[in-house]
């Protein structure tokens, strides 16, 4: 793996766990490329503090990608704490900031459906 990888942080609502682990795949070919180094917080250790690991990978993202759904938003962590510290990111221009729409509302699904 290259040292000149970028650093990606995903930021999801585990209610979209199945959105996270498809969007993990498409991604790597850039990870076997040594482009990325991929970081969720699956890989946090049971039993450590998942709180300070989050918020250390998080700072040290070159790259965010927010997996934005109804559950993200009404996520108080992820709508509160992860893009709001994102979002301070990409307006000191630290780190590129990446929307991802997982899923509409239920709304916009009926109005999709034939």
């Known amino acids: 793996m290259s040292n000149s990888a970028l650093s990606l942080f995903l930021s999801y609502s585990h209610k979209d766990e199945a959105f996270r682990s498809e969007l993990v795949g498409h991604l790597a070919p850039l990870k076997h490329q040594g482009i990325i180094l991929e970081w969720t917080d699956r890989q946090i250790s049971p039993g450590s503090e998942w709180e300070p690991e ?12 927010l997996l934005i759904s109804s559950d993200f938003i009404n996520s108080k962590y992820c709508y509160g704490v992860e893009l709001e510290r994102a979002l301070e990111k990409h307006r000191d221009k630290s780190a590129r900031v990446i929307p991802v ?8 699904i009926h109005e999709q459906t034939p």
């Open 54 to 65: 989050i918020l250390e990978k998080l700072g040290q993202a070159d790259i965010v990608i």
């Open 101 to 108: 729409i997982a899923r509409g509302s239920v709304a916009q």
